[in-house]
């Protein structure tokens, strides 16, 4: 069968949840047995998200292949179980950065570079080759920002010429937003209408229409919202505000979304779609009664989305032990200095969040010794795991200058310090220890016990590592050192086994728990959560 492409656009405003939608949809029709990826095209000018602020654009995601991407394909992962790579994240600064290399070669010889045809060429071409390298029946392709965005247009115009060129293997789907207003108590469609208004005046005509709506929407009016933007009846859908994004999928298949895009496709409804394993994840959601309270310590818990793989795997963890989670956000910047009992005593467990540069460094590092004083479950998580390192060598080492080379060049203990491979690197973007590199973890340790495997492969985002020129100090001492890569010996998970579980990992296993597969590190944390609870 030749791939289908599903093309994904929003209109009125941005956050409606095109990648919920998407990855939504992609996890009806693996349900019913297709083969299915995901796309994502961002029009910002950065060929990566890598360097962008999280303030900017919350958490940026690693792929296993070491592509720094949008949050969006953690959505797709945590939703379909299928690993992505650098192949399903394009900003619009790859495509400039490809026709440029392309014109100073010489491809281009003799001809004017321009937006058509050459950058929506590169645009299509990036599309189709996913389709027809990848051996997948649909590729759902989503663009990010919303129609009339200068930055878009380039991209619409590519999804329009394809929608032509391949007839009934496109289809449209557009994503908009119908405001409730509470002072006339109305939903108003005018802002849909006019979104897709746009959409058409750009030569696309929408298949099927998505309704973002915090109130349902009667039924005369979603007939209206399809007389006026020519779709039929039953191809407008609702999405209304759900008490989880993991509901969506159930609201969409309710509304036959799996069907309307076979239908349109003209493909045979091969099987009925199997919703076994998924439906069991959300009982467990919906039916945990009692908490586990876990506190993150970060310096960006005001923007949650600079957090979001950490969270959505604490709530899958926790549904999975049969628990409701409470997450606590303690701003790392205001916790130094401050009572640490009154913060974190009735907390079942801590999470010393990632990130980079010295602020709330120093919030991080007192919040780490409380919890060791205490013996509090402590999971460290990149930055969180070097920061426990510094935090030993301070106060069970008696080193009191001991840190990282990242936040004091010239400390005398530079327990953390930058990656011999790193040393002369200039650039920033995408330089960084990057993507799945495989770790051992020693018998009898807690990280290996969680596993139940001598040898794991996660994913990394760092520059700075464990120095061992420290390793026997440490380990003398009480933190040992449990997890390392056998290629380099570079020290990837430390952990203190006279306590009840204080683990800390250099890399990021939040980038590899799904709805159907959480992480086993995150697992084994929540139970010891939920075991301190009951003790206390």
């Not at 492409?5 to 939608?21: A, C, D, E, P």
């Not at 973007?429 to 492969?457: F, I, N, W």
Request: aromatic share 8%.
């Amino acid at each position: 069968m030749e791939p289908k492409y599903i093309f994904v656009t929003g209109g009125v405003v941005s956050s409606l949840g095109k990648g919920i939608i998407s990855s939504s949809l992609a996890r009806l029709l693996l349900s019913r047995g297709f083969r299915v990826t995901i796309q994502k095209f961002d029009p910002y000018l950065n060929i990566d998200p890598g360097t962008l602020n999280p303030y900017e654009h919350g958490e940026c995601y690693v792929t296993a292949d070491g592509h720094e991407a949008d949050l969006d394909l953690g959505h797709y992962e945590r939703f379909t179980d299928i690993k992505t790579s650098k192949s399903n994240s394009i900003t619009t600064g790859r495509i400039y950065q490809s026709v440029i290399d392309k014109e100073r070669r010489g491809d281009y010889l003799g001809k004017t570079v321009q937006i058509i045809p050459h950058i929506t060429d590169e645009i299509k071409r990036n599309i189709v080759m996913l389709g027809e390298t990848g051996d997948f029946d649909f590729v759902i392709t989503e663009i990010g920002g919303t129609v009339g965005d200068i930055e878009s247009t380039p991209f619409l115009e590519a999804v329009r010429q394809l929608k032509w060129e391949l007839g009934k293997r496109a289809v449209s789907l557009h994503l908009t937003y119908v405001p409730y207003l509470k002072a006339a108590k109305e939903l108003k469609t005018k802002p849909t209408q006019h979104s897709v208004k746009q959409l058409q005046a750009i030569g696309i005509q929408p298949n099927i229409l998505i309704l973002r709506t915090e109130k349902e929407i009667p039924d005369a009016m979603r007939e209206k919202v399809a007389r006026f933007c020519n779709v039929p009846a039953e191809a407008v859908l609702q999405s209304v505000d759900a008490s989880s994004i993991y509901h969506v999928p159930s609201m969409m298949h309710s509304q036959h979304l799996d069907e309307l895009v076979l239908d349109l496709t003209g493909t045979e409804h091969r099987n009925e779609p199997d919703h076994n394993a998924w439906n069991k994840f959300l009982r467990l959601l919906d039916g945990a009664r009692d908490e586990v309270s876990i506190g993150l310590v970060g310096k960006y818990v005001e923007l949650q989305d600079a957090y979001k793989s950490i969270n959505e795997s604490l709530i899958q963890a926790a549904a999975y032990c049969g628990r409701k989670l409470n997450l606590v956000y303690i701003n790392s910047e205001k916790v130094c200095g401050t009572d640490m009992c009154g913060m974190l005593s009735d907390l079942d467990g801590v999470i010393i969040a990632p990130g980079f540069g010295k602020r709330g460094i120093e919030g991080k590092l007192s919040a780490i010794r409380w919890c060791r004083e205490n013996n509090i479950p402590t999971f460290g998580i990149c930055l969180g795991m070097q920061c426990m390192v510094i935090e030993f060598a301070r106060n069970v080492l008696g080193m009191p200058d001991a840190n990282s080379t990242e936040m004091d060049p010239l400390t005398p203990d530079n327990v953390i310090d930058l990656m011999e491979s790193q040393k002369g690197v200039t650039e920033k973007g995408g330089t960084m220890r990057l993507g799945a590199y495989d770790c051992r973890l020693a018998e009898g340790s807690t990280a290996r016990k969680a596993y139940g495997a001598e040898m794991v492969r996660e994913r990394h985002r760092h520059r700075y590592e464990f120095n061992s020129e420290y390793r026997t100090r440490f380990e003398d001492a009480g933190l040992r050192c449990v997890g390392e890569n056998p290629e380099t010996g570079l020290v990837e998970v430390v952990e203190i086994p006279a306590l009840r579980w204080f683990v800390g990992t250099q890399y990021h296993p939040e980038y590899q728990s799904t709805v159907l597969h959480p992480n086993p590190l995150f697992m084994s944390f929540i139970n010891a959560a939920i075991e301190h609870r009951e003790r206390n």
